[in-house]
Every structure is written in structure tokens, then in C-alpha cells.
């Protein structure tokens, strides 16, 4: 079973940053390709980013390209989800998942393994 644990959400106001952390319970992490979603009340959980287990390609949603970056330590078992500019939109709760294989996926249902969520609020 692999385990993904997130953390760094909160509260911050719009145009400010924070830096989401998900750690994988796998010493074979280089083999998952990874990715974040979140889940705004009342609406369906969408796609946010992704990355590939590999060489670490990415794809980003176009509401979030240009603002938030996907990188992974594969040392450390750890995604990150950098977040800039942040807007009240981006309000939601965002899940971090894992997806066997290498090759990135911008689709929910690909992945195999998912984490508890971190809320993230961005007052106005």
C-alpha cells in the first residue's frame, strides 16, 4: 500500500504564496508519476498539475500555468506544488496522487493512490 501525506496548506491573502509537500510511502517513487488536483466547495475535483516519474515532464491546467510549478525530489520521496499569485479562485482543498508507471496524467481516474487532502484559502 503506498501512503501520500500532504502538507503546507492554509490560509494566505491573494497575491501571496504558499509551497504544498505530499510524501510517498514507495522506495520505488522514481516509478510513479505524480499529481495534484483540488476540489472547490460545492464543485467536482479538477485537475491542477502533473509530473512524470522519469525525466520529470510536466503539464499544468490552464488556470494555474504561469503560476504554480510541479517539481519532485526523488531522493526524498516528495512532490511539491510551488503556488504564486494566488488568487480567492484557487480556494479549495488539494489532494495529491500517485499513478503507477512514468508517463504523467492530467486524468483523475489514472491514478491509483491518494492523500488526505491540505485546505488552502486565499482571502481577498
Known amino acids: 500500500q503506498v501512503q501520500l501525506i500532504e502538507s503546507g496548506g492554509g490560509l494566505v491573502q491573494a497575491g501571496g504564496s504558499l509551497r504544498l509537500s505530499c510524501a510517498v510511502s514507495?522506495?520505488?517513487?522514481?516509478?510513479?508519476?505524480m499529481g495534484w488536483f483540488r476540489q472547490a466547495p460545492g464543485k467536482e475535483r479538477e485537475f491542477v498539475a502533473t509530473?512524470?516519474?522519469?525525466?520529470?515532464?510536466?503539464s499544468y491546467a490552464d488556470s494555474v500555468k504561469g503560476r504554480f510549478t510541479i517539481s519532485r525530489d526523488n531522493a526524498k520521496n516528495t512532490v511539491f506544488l510551488q503556488m504564486n499569485s494566488l488568487k480567492p479562485e484557487d480556494t479549495a482543498v488539494y489532494y495529491c496522487?500517485?499513478?503507477?508507471?512514468?508517463?504523467?496524467?492530467?486524468?483523475?481516474?489514472?491514478?491509483?493512490?491518494w492523500g488526505q487532502g491540505t485546505q488552502v484559502t486565499v482571502s481577498s
Open positions: 496522487a500517485a499513478r503507477s508507471g512514468t508517463s504523467r496524467s492530467t486524468r483523475e481516474y489514472e491514478y491509483d493512490y
Open positions: 514507495r522506495r520505488t517513487f522514481i516509478n510513479y508519476a
Open positions: 509530473i512524470s516519474g522519469n525525466l520529470g515532464t510536466t
